[in-house]
């Protein structure tokens, strides 16, 4: 396949972009990044320029440093926190015959760059002739190892088209790199100007190592390179190595039609206990051992790692050949996200990009998560170990914010709470509900008795005890959550906000089904009957405010009340509305940045009646704007839940696109990792209508007529199945492991070795809901 | 009289500190410092040191400095705007046989200082020995001018005691002198640490003078000085100036017995538009001037001024010396603040210290203007056409706010928004009706038909527009006012805050009056009928949330449903909460800051039945804390209305003694102004009960136990009154002026040449109400 669409080729396991064009070099660096969740290289070209944002980034590794409050009050952050770009080992600069190579000059005949969800890899090939007329080809692939954690590998490749040409090749390390200011605020990148402090630098043979540390955090790292040189002829080699440059200098003269071949090995380690001789022994070790291994053999295992991905993984599309390579650019990315992380955070970016300084937030567990839990198990639980590493940072918050137990922060890297804007930071409180529905859902589908001794179960009890500590009981007997900020940040502080409530109520519920099942862990805990009947009964006893006249779910209470925005009055290009209108207006008005309620009747089915998710359904989609990535897939859902089937394809499409077709226009500062796992999410809960319980998954698919097929695969315990949906039947089929219990649009099976095929019930079709005006969903091309 | 309390001494008509204690030199400072309105000199030493804040300011004269803003969003202020320490003339420096005059050193016998009620001045009297044994009294008297607003008189003595003495004075002007930063936050005052640029320096004779601008306001000032002496000897004399030390040089041989004096001018000019040859032009002649009148004479004038207010203004109380000096004080220090501000602010803190940055708020309107409007109205006139000046910013920021009409700051000095958390800042959208209501009250008392043709009816009408832009009617057809913050900024973003609502009320049915009642003025305006039936319309079915189960208004839509703060739990020491407690905390629960509901029922009377008045004082004091200044008086004026007479006395003395005693132990940033004129508030309007309604002044006298006599004088459009009241009875005399009509509990009478007495009705004492523990009303020692 080759149809064109957006500059990218449409390909079923691939992502191709072919030609040069500089303008979309930003957004490729993001849509080309390679990352294993620990080490993240943007998709630059190696010859260092032109570049948008170099970016090298290790996961949790940042710089620290004093918040600017206009007017400062108690309680709030005292350190925003950055990632920080570290040393970017990437580089390799080309001469051909003392003219540098460089696609802004000469002429660039080919240019094409695949990256390749099943090798996963970054291929390049360009050939470029220059000013004065030498043609070379230029071939490049390049790993970030999943299965070497500390490891790239890069491997470049020059061919003189015409001529015997004179090569100089420049590898370098190349640290403090100057990257443009992220704000509109020219201070708040002012200390990352050049975060990186020298420590080290050292070279031996073909190999060089940098070590620095960050000013204000403390972090050591270091990065170190070595090499494989093929050419027919011997080259003349100068290693150097200075604070903030370590540079490889190869110089040969390659005949027309051979090649001249490097092999660059990355490794890279940082600490904040560890010293710098330390670190530097740990990546000379990554090196030996990469080298060792060896560039045919890392590929092998690369691919292996992704075989087995896929097998669990996979999502395939009848009907729709972009979206077909959509979601599996939105699954590689999900991977390469959360692959490694090993109790670090997944950052909203990946480590694709500067964009939110490379902070973590709630969109993780509550999007991202749930992919992982389903598909890669582990990953989700290191990502809930990052949490509960961070229980200590979270109680102190709590302290110092008046509350019991645990408030984990709105964004961080550290642990510590990162948000300069506090009634839509701090305020926020959902999100340490959302990292309970992450470990509800994460111990439900894995059954991982160990995760809930060591720390699911302290992650639920710290934060129910936040809950009851921040809620009270009116002279009504309901409890009630004031003064917070739901998902929907086009409104703040309002008094229960329906979203918080209900994850709070589950959050209680779940901390107390799971001290009273295991006795042990609740004396550990320190949790009595006391507490656990005071959890159920403000969970019983939870706000839900309702408007009898509307017959809908307030978001918030007096959130009905509140003027409607004049969506007519919107031009198209106000949006997002954030940029072009004051929170004073937004937040006095009926319009919803992103599903809010919406996304509480996905997260807790239960909470609402058929009829209820209807009515709320459609008052609210005339009012959401999606200014944030968030929100399409949780739309996609709830539509296709209730019945608007075309309209969640509609915006199952919005999500995958998100980064692809650049919809937000910020993918140069990274890719939405929560959009992109919400593509799956789409799918699966979506089209698949696939709910979690404490007691097993529950499906209810029905595809929307774009589609003729839809297979889905999840792990659930210690099994593999997958789901394969027709217009008018399901097929559901063990691929491995245990018979498992699960539902059919209301029906429970099992399902073992045979397949179950199950009919899809009729349902008639729906009138569309009132969209506001000027955002209907993304229509492509 | 001398009793003794907390340093000062008690005296009728002037406030006299004697004895040296370094600790309280900050806020002496302040409560020492004089003022004309145009210009502010704290009261320091005029050796200069010990000092803990030298401040000289001119109104209005500011620099501005880019907002740090955490996290930026739309339509936030981009500069903070702080008044700038100008050039300090107050320095004479003394070297007695080149020992200097430092009373940190050597022995001070005597020292006392008087602020001098009827004088306006500030004498000192010092008798200090030096290190080495040498003794002299140091004499001084300094004034601001009431009469010649540019200048500054101050005159200064010393007299060798024991021996005959070589002196040297030293008389500068200094500028960018050493200050401390104001806040935490480092950065607040870094671009204010030498905020003037010297344009020139210039001597002539005994006379000198500096220029200067800001670097980012472009403003330009001018400071002089010239001298006079008088010396039994010829004193050797070396004059000198250079960018910001200008300097006079006296050594004199000066006999036992002997005065040497010198007579010290000091003429300050400001400009955003003329130069610096035209500034210095104009701060000659105000020196010349002043020189021509001399010492006595300019004495003499400052006391004509000053036996002219008292007969306008003054109070007196029988039963309460301490308070009968608070109250002067107060009244002194108002008029300080205001007497010639003339199209200038007048700052929270007057021109007394740096406190909140030389910013006015809407306390002016509210407490101060209503104390000028009825003792001094031109200058109530003068500070309400300094808002009308801003109504081009006012108008720009209700654009940027997405509003119609006029929106003013809520903290600025030039009329552009300066606050910089706009949750408790922007939102506090209750400034613009605080400046109708200040409006329509300067209007009812004066009948000033030129300012309401000029300025008052524009600012009623831009206000109103933007009400009716603000709110809007639900499907009730209620008109609601959503997501703003009242008084009372313990919370914040609130729907249909009362003070808010009926406030706006008021302003939608003054424009309307006044649009109806001079249609010149309405057409010149825009206004047609149909606004004019819409701000009617607004205002009627203005929403007023109501608890029926508690029979109380809610100060806000659910605030009755909040948690009530647990005052029992929270030490003494953890006032004021803001400082102990996060906003996140305090917004989420029952806890007032300040009056805003109470004062909304001293403000919109008629909004309230007495019934709920009672009910909701007692409500409301239950979770008051008075954290703000503002507090003490609105709840001293609406205790004395509901009944609760002892309750409103404590209150009185809170707000009398708050400088005096510096309860919120910030006196050394400068006064609380409003807080000074709400002890006026307390007498006028609480004992003396004081209404104004558009047809005229009602009075409800009614004495507490404490006091034996009350009497307070009023301007009423052209007449002078004095109100007398004792335990049984009122008297009313009419000092000057045509017979007015006022009311007197409820029964309108006309007050001519005889007075009139009216029995005071009998009350039913009222069980005191609950007030938050740990915060009773201050007692005195």
Redesign the interface.
């Known amino acids: 396949m080759s149809a064109h669409s957006q500059g990218f080729e449409i390909d079923d396991w691939q992502l191709r972009w072919r030609g040069l064009d500089l303008t979309a070099l930003p957004r490729t660096e993001s849509i080309f990044a390679l990352s294993n969740g620990h080490i993240g290289l943007r998709g630059g070209l190696e010859e260092g320029e032109p570049v948008d944002t170099p970016g090298t980034y290790l996961n949790g590794f940042y710089e620290k440093r004093q ?10 952050p005292e350190h ?1 926190q950055s990632l920080v770009n570290v040393t970017n080992g990437k580089i390799i600069r080309l001469f051909v015959e003392d003219e540098p190579v460089d696609v802004r000059y000469g002429e660039t005949a080919e240019h094409d760059r695949v990256l390749d969800f099943r090798s996963g890899t970054l291929r390049r090939n360009t050939v470029w002739t220059s000013p004065t007329g030498r043609r070379v080809r230029i071939r490049s692939e390049r790993l970030v190892s999943f299965t070497e954690r500390a490891l790239a590998v890069i491997r470049y490749e020059v061919e003189p088209l015409d001529d015997d040409l004179d090569l100089v090749l420049q590898s370098d390390l190349l640290t403090n790199e100057p990257i443009a200011a992220p ?3 020219p ?1 708040l990148a002012a200390v990352l100007e050049r975060p990186l402090i020298a420590d080290l630098a050292v070279t031996r043979n073909y190999s060089a190592l940098l070590a620095h540390h960050t000013a204000a955090s403390g972090l050591r790292m270091a990065a170190g390179m070595d090499h494989e040189l093929e050419a027919h002829r011997t080259p003349r080699c100068d290693i150097h190595a200075e604070d903030d440059l370590a540079r490889l200098t190869l110089a040969v003269d390659v005949a027309k039609g051979d090649r001249l071949r490097l092999t660059k090995y990355l490794g890279y380690g940082w600490s904040s206990q560890r010293s710098t001789p330390a670190l530097r022994a740990q990546v000379d070790a990554a090196l030996a051992a990469g080298m060792e291994t060896g560039w045919d053999e890392l590929l092998e295992r690369q691919r292996a790692y992704l075989d087995k991905f896929w097998a669990n993984a996979d999502i395939e599309i009848d009907g729709d050949p972009e979206m077909q390579q959509a979601i599996r650019f939105a699954l590689f990315h999900v991977l390469q996200a959360g692959a490694r992380g090993e109790t670090r955070a997944i950052p909203a970016k990946g480590l694709t990009g500067p964009g939110y300084d490379g902070h973590s937030f709630w969109d993780t567990e509550i999007f991202v998560l749930p992919v992982l839990t389903h598909t890669m198990p582990m990953a989700a639980r290191d990502a809930l170990r990052w949490r509960h590493s961070t229980l200590d940072q979270a109680r102190r918050r709590a302290h ?3 509350q019991s137990g645990a408030m984990f922060p709105w964004r961080s890297i550290n642990g510590e709470e990162g ?5 839509a ?3 926020a409180v959902h999100v340490s509900a959302d990292i309970a529905h992450a470990t509800v859902r994460y111990l439900a589908a894995t059954g991982d008795e160990h995760f809930e001794t060591e720390a699911g179960a302290e992650l639920l009890v710290e934060t129910a005890r936040m809950w009851a500590s921040l809620g ?1 009981h ?2 009504n007997a309901t409890f ?1 959550i ?3 900020t739901g998902p929907d940040e086009y409104s ?2 309002a ?1 229960n906000n329906i979203y918080t409530n209900v994850m709070a109520r589950q959050n209680m519920r779940e901390a107390a089904e799971t001290c009273s099942r295991r006795t042990d862990l609740a004396e550990r805990l320190g949790v009595g009957a006391d507490e656990i009947a005071r959890w159920r009964e403000c969970a019983e006893e939870m706000a839900m405010p309702y408007n009898e ?1 509307l017959r809908v779910h307030e978001q918030s ?2 959130f009905t ?3 409607r925005w004049d969506f007519e009055a919107t031009p198209a290009d106000h949006y997002p509305l ?8 937004l ?3 009926q319009v919803v940045k992103q599903a809010d309620l919406t996304l509480a009747m996905y997260l807790c089915p239960d909470e609402f009646t058929d009829e209820q998710k209807v009515r709320n359904f459609e008052y609210y989609e005339g009012l959401t704007v999606r200014d944030s990535s968030l929100s399409a897939s949780a739309q996609a859902i709830m539509a296709a839940e209730v019945g608007h089937l075309d309209l969640a394809y509609d915006y199952f499409v919005e999500a995958g696109l998100t980064d692809l077709h650049d919809l937000h226009d910020n993918v140069a500062g990274g890719l939405h990792i929560a959009s992109l796992a919400g593509t799956w999410l789409s799918c699966v809960a979506g089209f698949g209508g696939m709910r979690v319980h404490r007691d097993g998954a529950t499906f209810a698919p029905r595809l929307p007529a774009a589609l003729d097929k839809l297979t889905f695969r999840i792990l659930w315990r210690e099994s593999r199945i997958a789901v394969e949906v027709t217009a008018d039947k399901a097929t559901y089929r063990l691929l491995a492991g245990d018979p498992v219990t699960l539902g059919h649009h209301g029906h429970r099976f099992t399902l073992a070795d045979d397949p179950v095929v199950r009919e899809i019930p009729e349902h008639t079709p729906l009138t569309p809901p009132r969209i506001p005006a000027g955002r209907p969903p993304y229509r492509r091309g």
Do not use: K
């Open positions: 918040f600017p409050h206009a007017e400062s009050g108690y309680g709030y925003a704000g509109r605020d201070r110092e914010l008046r948000s300069g804007y506090w009634p930071g701090t305020a009270h009116d002279s009630r004031d003064g917070v703040a502080l008094d006249e209470e007096g009340r509140h003027a954030l940029l072009h209108y004051p929170y004073f207006d937040y006095r008005r």
